[in-house]
């Protein structure tokens, strides 16, 4: 069994910056993705950002150009560096992998960006 363990949340000031890091206990066989999801009270969780293994990325419309996924070589964390964060930014940030033979998700990190 994979375990995904999210860190790096926590309070941040509208127009500053934060980096989110996913650590899986253990390589996966057959990844095909990795990504990141949130959700806000009141709202619907989305998807904010993916990466596949062969390096394509997808970003939500309401982050792209101020938000990057990345992963180590070895595959086993994925980043989120979140850049000009908004208020509307503040959820709970979940990463997931995705694997032919199933998928994982993290338990998720708190992002509050407030004054």
Request: hydrophobic share 30%; net charge positive; glycine share 12%.
């Amino acid at each position: 069994q994979v375990q995904l363990v999210e860190s790096g949340g926590g309070l941040v000031q509208p127009g500053g910056s934060l980096r989110l890091s996913c650590a899986a206990s253990r390589s996966i066989f057959s990844l095909y993705a990795m990504g990141w999801s949130r959700q806000a009270p009141g709202k619907q969780r989305e998807l904010v950002a993916q990466i596949t293994s062969g390096g394509s990325t997808n970003y939500a419309d309401s982050v792209k150009g101020r938000f990057t996924i990345s992963t180590n070589n070895a595959k086993t964390t994925v980043y989120l560096q979140m850049n000009s964060l908004k208020p509307e930014d503040t959820a709970v940030y979940y990463c997931n992998a995705q694997a032919t033979t199933g998928g994982y998700w993290g338990q998720g990190t708190q992002v509050t960006v407030s004054s």
